[in-house]
């Protein structure tokens, strides 16, 4: 027995709480969030309708293709990140690991010594800070995706190896270490001399 089940997008359901401290504006081409951290645009593509409900916005959707769907959800994520950036922001911890790996603060700038032939700067972009405290990196703002790119790409500039670990991880990461290579054995293969 097959039952149609219509509009069962969960998450895109969902109405998104908004705080009394963050006010909301909507108009033809997105959607403006204002909060205590700063302010915030989400754009809304065609075939997606957002309206403020009392203290609640529904996204409805026109379409019931799958692309329309997966917008439908889409946006109501990022409306509901944007609405949390703007009030409490979001953050990133990195760890250094590894003898004589350092981060330190040039204005702005993270400066890294992690076991190049010359340190690192990272410049942050618009709306990110970066702070140093006791060998971990915190990267904040309000744009969840700007925060987790951010993040991302510090790790990737000296990713944890496999053997000791050495490199940046996020806070609370498993790092998996491999067997380093075992003393050649002795005698060799049969048949080579």
Known sequence: MYYLVKDMSRIGNAPVVVPKEVTIS??????GVKGPKGEQRVMIPSGITVKAEGTNLVISRAHDDKPSRALHGFIRAELANATEGVLKGWTKTLELSGVGYRAAMSGANLVLTI????PVTVVPPEGITFTVNEGKI??????KQIVGQ?????RSIKKPEPYKGKGIKYEGEYIRKKAGKSA???GGAPGVK
């Open 184 to 186: 050649k054995t002795v």
């Open 138 to 143: 915190v990267i904040s703002g309000i744009n």
């Open 26 to 31: 909507v108009d033809d081409g997105g959607v």
């Open 115 to 118: 076991g190049f032939s010359h």
């Open 150 to 154: 951010s993040a991302a790409k510090i």
